[in-house]
């Protein structure tokens, strides 16, 4: 995702469709797991098959920064480039 916006940014419309087509289930995904992301899951069914990465310590903490960095260009794309 991060990097379909990146190209998106520069221009490249078939990467900026391809990135707000993929939006709305990545929101969806967040959602489902309430912004704490675990291990491994199912793209398909959501099932979690892995939730931490060790008992106790939690799932993939770096994913929420990921998906911070993604909507905020989300929020600038529609507005830098032509649809």
């Given at each position: 995702m991060v990097n379909l916006a990146r190209m998106a940014l520069e221009g490249n419309e078939t990467c900026k469709q391809l990135f707000m087509d993929?939006?709305?289930y990545m929101i969806k995904v967040a959602h489902h797991f309430k912004y704490k992301w675990p291990v491994f899951y199912d793209m398909k069914t959501l099932e979690i098959l892995k939730g931490e990465k060790q008992p106790g310590k939690g799932g993939e903490g770096d994913v929420a920064g990921l998906y911070?960095?993604?909507?905020?260009?989300?929020?600038?794309?529609?507005?830098t480039t032509a649809i």
């Amino acid at each position: 995702m991060v990097n379909l916006a990146r190209m998106a940014l520069e221009g490249n419309e078939t990467c900026k469709q391809l990135f707000m087509d993929s939006l709305e289930y990545m929101i969806k995904v967040a959602h489902h797991f309430k912004y704490k992301w675990p291990v491994f899951y199912d793209m398909k069914t959501l099932e979690i098959l892995k939730g931490e990465k060790q008992p106790g310590k939690g799932g993939e903490g770096d994913v929420a920064g990921l998906y911070a960095f993604v909507m905020l260009h989300a929020g600038i794309l529609p507005r830098t480039t032509a649809i």
